[in-house]
Nanobody
Framework: GQLVESGGGLVQPGGSLRLSCAAS????????MRWYRQPPGKERELVAR????????YYADSVKGRFTISRDNVKNTVYLQMNSLKPEDTAVYYC???????????WGQGTQVTVSS
């Protein structure tokens, strides 16, 4: 399986970005999807996750109310809409596909998000 992220870039504080993660090579709807981020000099952290059918989501407290995770199981793509961005949101953002039942997971290569004036 393969995951390819896109949509990162430089944005001013208060701005918005939408990240995309396109999946291929596996049955996308059978996998839960997660977005992680790794700020400079820090450990990778979970930002948001969504179930295979899109019916349930979870957000880290630091992004709750500002970020929205969604998926399109026809386009095999998961999204992360990021609003009201803050400098502390600066990080490399990664998507991950997980199928716990068979202990299979795939990672994307990451996309840089920089929030700065």
């Amino acid at each position: 399986g393969q995951l390819v992220e896109s949509g990162g870039g430089l944005v001013q504080p208060g701005g918005s970005l939408r990240l995309s993660c396109a999946a291929s090579g596996f049955t996308f709807s059978s996998y839960a999807m997660r977005w992680y981020r790794q700020p400079p000099g820090k450990e990778r952290e979970l930002v948001a996750r969504i179930t295979g059918d899109g019916g349930s989501t979870y957000y880290a407290d630091s992004v709750k109310g500002r970020f929205t995770i969604s998926r399109d199981n026809v386009k095999n793509t998961v999204y992360l809409q990021m609003n009201s961005l803050k400098p502390e949101d600066t990080a490399v953002y990664y998507c991950k596909a997980v199928r716990v039942a068979v202990l299979v997971e795939y990672w994307g290569q990451g996309t840089q998000v920089t929030v700065s004036s």
